[in-house]
């Protein structure tokens, strides 16, 4: 069994790795509102973009927050998996 200092580092560097995947989510998220802003996307194409967001980041926090802290921790320390949140999001073909 870890210590509370291990268990703490894993909790910190599952939320960093979260927040900073969750920056790189609505960072597309602006760049669509942008594109709306300036006449390039409409609405429904916003929209789609906007639920393809909430789709990742849900995606994005099971992966944060079920299971052990440690073993995500050591996945994210590894830079393993490479997962693209943003795909993760997409919704499934008909």
């Known amino acids: 069994m870890s210590s509370k200092a291990?268990?703490?580092?894993?909790?910190?560097?599952?939320?960093?790795?979260h927040e900073a995947q969750l920056a790189r989510l609505l960072h597309r998220v602006g760049e669509a509102i942008d594109a709306f802003r300036s006449d390039q996307l409409d609405a429904f194409e916003?929209?789609?973009v906007l639920f393809q967001y909430?789709?990742?980041a849900?995606?994005?926090w099971k992966f944060c927050n079920i299971g052990s802290v440690e073993?995500?921790?050591s996945l994210v320390n590894r830079n393993e998996?490479?997962?693209?949140?943003w795909?993760?999001?997409?919704?499934?073909g008909r």
């Open 6 to 17: 291990d268990r703490r580092a894993a909790r910190e560097a599952v939320a960093a790795y």
């Open 46 to 48: 916003v929209d789609q």
């Open 54 to 56: 909430s789709r990742a």
């Open 58 to 60: 849900k995606e994005l």
């Open 71 to 73: 073993l995500t921790a």
């Open 81 to 85: 998996p490479s997962i693209d949140w």
């Open 87 to 92: 795909d993760r999001g997409a919704p499934k």
